[in-house]
């Protein structure tokens, strides 16, 4: 059975658009005459490769929004914790979905699933929307048996990330904003008011204070190269991402970024956490841990940590300890570590790299709330400091003409 997108006609010549699951484009059409509806075109969704050929094309860009996975898990490992079967949990999240894309993806899926395939392999055909570390971990929870288990763990593991990543970003907008605007608006003032309030003061031909003469300077030098600046910064940031592709200046930037005071030790710990959750959900699903290893540096973005975790997983490959791994490579927390170690030693691994996880994750949201309290007061500072520069510049000629007339 195949998941077919339609476009039809009803029995009042309204326009109406959906999924429908058939085994093939006849039968699909078929069942839409049966529901009174005259098709306009039938198309599936997944082009069904040959044998041996990798799923591309138009399965590759069917992708979800970023916060919906964490959804979507939650809500299958709620339907399969209430005892409904996959392929009725399946067709409820359908049924229930407002998103065009998730649509289509959730109908392959749930037909893929009753033609026999495993949940796991179903999901593999869209990697864009379900990444490895989903799939795996689901893999593992159909052979063990223990599929809701990994699907609650699951769960929770999205959230917590998805959760992180909108702390991060919360951490910086409101700064980011308030210093972008605070340039724009001295900008603005440099170049369209100052020079005519300045204007007065230069026809007094009355010597001006230094303050004064920097801020007519720097509005002069804005006036005039202002635009070839914003050109400047623009390309630089267009080349900064383009860098971005380059491995070696990837790595240069990532270890620059960890040498940071502060940010570095954020980066670190944020990074470690990411690692040792997956890590403690692969192995409790009784994923074997060299492979969950290779699979958990899937989820760390910095190069630098990411060459530790693959020097940790070539290690533990060899035969040395988890723990011993990650302190030769260097570049995990001491406390991350240690509790590894204690986890080895107690023969509870993987409870106790999901409770080093909730621990760094716990010192993350830490850190994020000192720093948040630390940039909003300096992003006011240098505000004013900026406002306060212009108005003294402006104010002193005044009192200046204001002493000599006197």
Not at 109 to 114: E, Y
Not at 364 to 379: F, H, S
């Amino acid at each position: 059975m195949e998941a077919f997108e339609y476009n039809s006609i009803d029995a009042k010549g309204k326009q109406k658009k959906g999924i429908i699951q058939a085994d093939n484009e006849k039968q699909a059409r078929q069942l839409l005459r049966n529901q009174a509806l005259t098709p306009i075109q039938v198309s599936l969704v997944v082009e069904k490769p040959h044998a041996n050929e990798p799923i591309n094309g138009r399965t590759q860009r069917l992708s979800m929004k970023k916060n919906e996975l964490p959804l979507l898990i939650r809500q299958l490992a709620t339907l399969v914790q209430a005892g409904l079967p996959i392929d009725d949990a399946l067709k409820t999240l359908i049924e229930q979905s407002e998103n065009k894309n998730s649509e289509r993806i959730l109908s392959t899926v749930h037909a893929k699933v009753m033609e026999g395939q495993s949940l796991a392999s179903a999901m593999r055909i869209f990697p864009k929307a379900f990444d490895e570390l989903v799939a795996t971990s689901i893999e593992a929870g159909e052979q063990s048996g223990h599929l809701e288990e990994v699907l609650l763990q699951l769960a929770d593991y999205l959230e917590t990330r998805d959760e992180m990543g909108k702390q991060s970003v919360s951490a910086l907008i409101y700064p980011l904003i308030l210093v972008l605007t605070a340039i724009a608006v001295v900008a603005g003032l440099m170049v369209y008011i100052v020079p005519k309030v300045i204007q007065v003061f230069e026809s007094t031909q009355v010597q001006l204070p230094l303050m004064t003469r920097t801020l007519i300077s720097l509005s002069d030098f804005l006036a005039t190269y202002g635009i070839y600046l914003l050109a400047l910064l623009l390309l630089l940031v267009f080349g900064f991402i383009v860098l971005q592709n380059y491995p070696p200046f990837k790595l240069a930037w990532h270890r620059f970024l960890l040498k940071i005071p502060g940010i570095g030790r954020l980066i670190r710990v944020s990074q470690a956490a990411r690692f040792t959750r997956t890590l403690g959900i692969l192995t409790q699903s009784a994923v074997p841990i060299v492979s969950a290893l290779s699979l958990s540096r899937q989820v760390v973005k910095n190069e630098v940590i990411k060459q530790a975790c693959e020097q940790t997983a070539a290690a533990v490959r060899e035969g040395s300890g988890l723990a011993q791994a990650m302190k030769n490579s260097g570049q995990f927390p001491p406390l991350s570590v240690k509790l590894v170690h204690s986890g080895e030693q107690s023969g509870q691994l993987s409870q106790m790299l999901v409770r080093t996880a909730m621990v760094q994750e716990k010192d993350v949201e830490n850190r994020l709330k000192t720093l948040i309290g630390a940039i909003q007061p300096l992003a006011i500072l240098f505000v004013g400091v900026m406002v306060l520069f212009i108005v003294l510049a402006m104010l002193l000629p005044i009192f200046q003409i204001n002493t000599i007339v006197k």
